[in-house]
């Protein structure tokens, strides 16, 4: 069978996309003090199976590497990546900040550095609290009641916890016939189904599901990668979220089309799947290699870096080919 597959009863009442209501935060059918939405459809029994099929020595890097000039999101004033070295040979000997003295500086090589960086940079997760409607959140949790001087108290990327799952490709580019989507352009329902059928592949309640368009191609000319991007519209979204997709991921800076083909809300479906349909977005998501290779289902593992209460995180994804 390719398609989605059949959601039983019992399933469907865990989806959130079936209650929700249009531009309101949905309560979680998990319950009131969920934070991590339909990241609860997986199961310790699905990912031991997917673990069990998964062929480690085949491993695919999806994320992108951090360097000084690399495309992040700039455009609302947040920073962009940066790096510097805080301590090197040389400069150890001469400053001595240790204490060690000259002859132990000479002897051990010591290099250390930092970085500074929006959550949202590279390959990351957004998660439940980044977006929502009218000051809350996925389960109701206010920004009144739940910020902090420094942070979300509530579904930050602490909460989510290692994404051990089935992986499923929508290789929309592929689907086209083109190696890039055109600037803009939007998908919907059709091309997602399409592009099952094409693979002939099942999607399956708790899957992640990571959304071709080709934009990687451009990577890391920052213009052509960020302006225009093709991505999700709120059809193609909505129907990703009522298949049971525990994350949606894609390989543009933004995950859904933008500018958006919606004149009230700039960020259709970022609020949709995270305030309506609890479902966390990972961005930046190199699918080249799926894509080259004809990977469309695959074991999938990540984890993000646990930065408490934060809207997002730096994460490494990985796919694994499954043996049958």
Request: include cysteine.
């Amino acid at each position: 069978m390719c398609g989605p597959a059949l959601i039983s009863e019992a399933t469907r009442d865990k989806i959130a996309a079936y209650c929700a209501t249009f531009r309101e935060v949905t309560r979680s059918p998990f319950g009131p003090d969920d934070e991590i939405g339909m990241l609860n459809l997986l199961t310790p029994e699905a990912s031991r199976e997917v673990l069990r099929r998964a062929d480690g020595g085949s491993a695919i890097d999806l994320s992108v590497d951090y360097f000084v000039g690399m495309p992040s999101w700039t455009k609302a004033g947040d920073p962009g990546f940066q790096q510097w070295m805080t301590h090197t040979p040389a400069g150890t000997v001469l400053d001595d900040i240790t204490g060690m003295g000259r002859e132990q500086n000479e002897l051990v090589s010591y290099s250390g550095d930092a970085i500074s960086m929006y959550t949202h940079c590279g390959t990351h997760i957004d998660t439940l609290n980044h977006f929502g409607y009218n000051g809350r959140i996925w389960n109701g949790f206010s920004a009144q009641d739940h910020i902090s001087s420094r942070h979300w108290t509530r579904c930050g990327a602490d909460k989510i916890p290692p994404i051990i799952a089935r992986g499923v490709l929508f290789d929309v580019a592929a689907l086209h016939d083109v190696d890039m989507l055109p600037d803009n352009q939007g998908i919907g329902e059709e091309d997602l189904r399409q592009a099952l059928r094409r693979q002939n592949v099942e999607f399956r309640p708790g899957d992640v599901a990571l959304v071709r368009t080709g934009r990687m191609r451009a990577w890391p000319k920052i213009d052509a990668y960020i302006d225009n991007s093709p991505g999700l519209n709120l059809e193609g979204a909505r129907f990703l979220a009522r298949l049971g997709a525990s994350v949606i991921g894609g390989d543009t800076l933004a995950l859904e089309q933008m500018p958006a083909a919606d004149e009230e809300n700039w960020q259709v479906v970022h609020t949709y799947l995270m305030g309506e349909a609890g479902v966390p977005i990972m961005e930046v998501v190199d699918c080249e290699r799926l894509s080259a290779d004809g990977l469309h289902e695959f074991a999938f593992v990540a984890a993000s870096l646990k930065l408490r209460g934060a809207t997002g995180a730096p994460t490494r994804p990985l796919a694994m080919p499954l043996r049958h």
